[in-house]
């Protein structure tokens, strides 16, 4: 089962900052911290992902409290594009585990 | 790079009868996945492959589904017979292996309709 919590939806103006958060109170020691998402129609993309550290990439920041137990996913400018279900992910670091999905956040993105 | 490619991208089929799904992955992935979304759902895993070995089919209904990856490269998911609550995306995701927090890539996947 999914080991993490999301709002079920979230609302964001174009070309504002968007911050989705997750919380993850049972994290263990070898779990990172994934996040994809899917747009309409397609299958999920990969995001960012993290251990301790803060992390950006060109799509993305992840934000990961000190303790861990929680993370946000920070979009810098929203656009249309950005619509979209986000997925939080606990994924162990061992190996080629597969991704457990919850249901996610809704992301819609108003003009 | 080509993604992973999935065929047919929509299929309509009466209850009973049966179905199969196709998968390419990226090339040099090793690791494949299926997995089924009912709509209004996260994707739920339904196979994992590394090369042409299953690594964890727990989640694939075995009385009706079966999976193969011939070869280590394409795949094929088949549901024979098919119910109505098979409804649903079946996607397909490939990886690297042996790489850590390698990510998966998916394909856009075939929607089902069983009717």
């Known amino acids: ?111 | 790079e080509a993604g992973v490619a999935q065929s047919p991208r929509y299929k309509i089929i009466e209850k009973r009868q049966s179905v199969a799904f196709w998968c390419n992955p990226i090339s040099g992935h090793a690791t494949l996945y299926w997995y089924q979304q009912i709509l209004g759902q996260g994707p739920k895993l339904l196979i994992q492959f590394q090369n042409n070995g299953v690594v964890d089919d727990s989640q694939l209904p075995k009385d009706r589904f079966s999976a193969e990856r011939l070869k280590g490269v394409d795949s094929t998911l088949k549901i024979q017979p098919a119910k109505l609550e098979d409804s649903a995306v079946y996607l397909c995701a490939s990886s690297l292996a042996g790489v850590y927090n390698s990510p998966l890539h998916f394909g856009n996947g075939t929607r089902l309709t069983v009717t």
């Open chain 1, 1 to 111: 089962d999914a080991k993490t919590t999301q709002p079920n939806s979230m609302e964001s103006n174009e070309e504002e900052p968007v911050h989705l958060p997750c919380n993850h109170s049972t994290i263990s020691g070898t779990d990172y911290i994934h996040w994809y998402r899917q747009l309409p129609s397609q299958g999920p993309e990969y995001v960012i992902h993290g251990l301790t550290s803060n992390v950006n990439n060109r799509m993305a920041s992840l934000a990961i409290a000190e303790d861990r137990k929680s993370s946000t996913l920070i979009l810098h400018r929203a656009t249309l594009r950005d619509a979209a279900v986000y997925y939080c992910i606990l994924r162990d670091v061992g190996g080629n585990t597969p991704l457990v999905f919850g249901k996610g956040t809704r992301l819609s993105v108003i003009a």
